[in-house]
């Protein structure tokens, strides 16, 4: 894992520059907030293909559909809570009903929000994606996989919802076998006490947490689940049957988000034990993001603990 750490909504932007170089029919909307979202840099390089709607992410949605109607590859962003949270019906009947391929790139969720407060920490966000008929949901961990996920969207005929993070995040993926596809997961670490199944920023936690008890002795793996939705049954089952108990983590609600659909695959197929680390049914605060992560039980150290007193109760 790198010392080096870059925000995923950094690697969003640059990446929007990068493909729309060399693709004319690359469109991004935004809501009143490029400079933080980061489209800022695609509106500087192509202000003829940028269209801010303001503060009205519901008309974005429905602008966004239209254009992907007529051909375009668009991609609307906003802040997690405006474009999952306020536009979620006209997503629901503009985007997802008819099958448009919009891709919808949220940024600003989670704690991680930090002093933005408990109104803008959206920790519902791929619950609500994750219930919509046809929607493919993404969360990328880091800068490298935050990059493949634009290029796989360019050619994706389908609605998408993409989760962006504020906070600067190590670079976990700079290897030179590393391979992205929609709805594979990857391991990262081999291990046959446990399973941290993990997503986003989760996920160098997750390996933070398998460094230290692999130092006392556990053997954890750890795998990399960047699609919520479709979400890879094999990988999981695989940890399921090989390590029979699997630790989810999320910077989301453990209900309804990632912990949940780990949890309905395992009931259905492969029943073990599953214990989901994430906000637990309460809303945020405001504060320093990586305070708060410590503060909800989102820290790596949390997540070691957590995983030690599960495989002692095997």
Do not use: W
């Not at 389908?158 to 670079?171: I, Q």
């Amino acid at each position: 894992m790198s010392e080096k750490k870059i925000a995923t909504r950094e690697s969003y932007g640059a990446a929007l520059v990068e493909y729309a170089a060399i693709d004319p029919d690359v469109v991004v909307l935004d809501a009143d907030l490029a400079a933080a979202t980061k489209t800022g840099m695609f509106k500087k390089a192509f202000p003829e293909r940028f269209i801010d709607c303001g503060i009205a992410e519901c008309n974005m949605i429905g602008v966004a559909a239209g254009l992907a109607a007529a051909g375009k590859k668009v991609f609307a962003s906003s802040f997690a809570m405006f474009a999952a949270g306020r536009a979620f019906e006209i997503i629901r009947n503009s985007v997802g009903y008819p099958h448009l391929p919009v891709k919808i790139c949220a940024t600003h969720a989670g704690i991680s929000v930090g002093e933005d407060g408990a109104t803008h920490q959206c920790c519902e966000d791929l619950a609500l994606m994750r219930t919509i008929p046809g929607m493919t949901v993404l969360n990328p961990s880091d800068d490298i996989e935050a990059k493949a996920v634009v290029k796989a969207l360019l050619h994706y005929d389908a609605p998408a919802y993409v989760r962006f993070g504020r906070l600067a995040v190590p670079v976990i993926n700079d290897t030179p076998d590393y391979h992205f596809e929609i709805g594979k997961g990857i391991q990262l670490r081999e291990g046959k006490d446990a399973t941290i199944l993990a997503t986003g920023l989760m996920v160098s936690m997750a390996l933070e947490a398998a460094d230290m008890l692999n130092k006392e002795g556990l053997s954890v793996r750890v795998v990399n689940i960047h699609t919520i939705k479709p979400i890879d049954e094999e990988i999981i089952l695989k940890a399921a049957k090989e390590t029979g108990l699997l630790i989810t983590a999320e910077e989301h609600s453990v209900i309804g988000g990632f912990g949940s659909a780990v949890s309905e695959v395992c009931a259905e197929k492969c029943p073990v034990r599953v214990v989901k680390i994430g906000v637990n049914d309460v809303f945020g605060k405001s504060g320093p993001a990586a305070e708060l992560l410590k503060i909800y039980g989102l820290s790596a150290e949390h997540i070691a603990e957590t995983v030690r007193k599960a495989i002692a109760e095997k």
